[in-house]
Structures are given as structure tokens and as C-alpha cells.
């Protein structure tokens, strides 16, 4: 059976809010899911095939305790997927997408196998709600990691 990690940094819950509806929907497909907070710094298994982070980019730059995460982990020869929250546009000046890529550099280096494009969940603003559609965009994202599993 697959283990997936679900790290989750979140300030105001739209990361962690999303994280826990990806994790109910992975479950409910037949995956073994780990759910845990960067934040609070919760330990978590090492028995993971792949590690699924939901973070979000403010100002333009991917917060810190996530950065800070990636930086601690070992996953030479694991699965990794990317699932950024953001409240400028994808061409605005604080696009999440060129620190995103950084993110992704900083994994593949550590070995790590990108299992599908990142995913951007837009919010209204920075304390959220997630724009309407992120349900549909997150179970999207399950179809293809699962397909990228099997």
C-alpha cells in the first residue's frame, strides 16, 4: 500500500483546510494518508512513498517554515507533489509561480521525484476563503497523483 505524507503550513486554515479535505479523498481511494501540521512541528512517520505539501506563497515568496521543512527532510528516491495557495494571479508581481519552481528545484535535488505538476489554489485574500472551485481542482489533483502511483 502507498503512504502519503500531507504536510500543511498554514496561518489562517486554507492550506490546512484543503490538506484535510486531500486526505479524506486519498483515503477513500485506498491510500494511507499521514496528515501533519509544519507549523506545530508535529513529528510524522518516515514510512512514506510520497510527501504531498500544501503551502502558501506571500509576497511572492514561499514562507519560511516551509522552506525550513524541506530543508530537514530525507527523501532520496520519493514521490513529491506541490499544492501552493496564493492571492495574486499567476502573471501578477507576486505570482506564486517562480518561487514555486524554487521549491521544486530544492526537491529534485534532494533526490526527490516530482509526481505531477504543482498545483495553485487561489484564495480571496490572505486570510482566505479558497476561491470557489478548490474542491474540484484538489480532487483533479487525486485523480493524477493516483494515476502517477499505480
Known amino acids: 500500500m502507498k503512504n502519503v505524507l500531507i504536510a500543511y503550513m498554514s496561518y489562517f486554515g486554507n492550506s490546512r483546510k484543503c490538506a484535510g479535505l ?19 512541528n508535529e513529528e510524522y512517520s518516515e514510512e512514506w512513498d510520497t ?4 503551502s502558501p506563497v506571500r509576497m511572492g515568496r514561499i ?8 530543508r530537514s527532510l530525507n527523501g532520496s528516491g520519493k514521490n513529491f507533489a506541490l499544492v501552493i495557495s ?7 508581481r507576486f505570482s506564486p509561480v517562480k518561487p514555486t519552481k524554487k521549491l521544486q528545484t530544492s526537491m529534485t535535488v534532494k533526490g526527490m521525484i516530482e509526481a505531477v505538476d504543482p498545483t495553485y489554489i487561489k484564495v480571496v485574500s490572505s486570510e482566505g476563503p479558497p476561491v470557489e ?18
Open 51 to 54: 510527501l504531498v505539501i500544501f
Open 63 to 70: 514562507v519560511g517554515k516551509t522552506r525550513k521543512f524541506i
Open 86 to 92: 496564493h492571492g495574486a494571479d499567476l502573471d501578477q
Open 22 to 40: 486531500f486526505s479524506e479523498d486519498l483515503k477513500s481511494r485506498g491510500l494511507e494518508t499521514q496528515l501533519v501540521s509544519i507549523k506545530d
Open 133 to 150: 472551485g478548490f474542491e474540484d481542482t484538489l480532487r483533479e489533483l487525486a485523480d493524477s497523483l493516483v494515476n502517477f502511483l499505480k
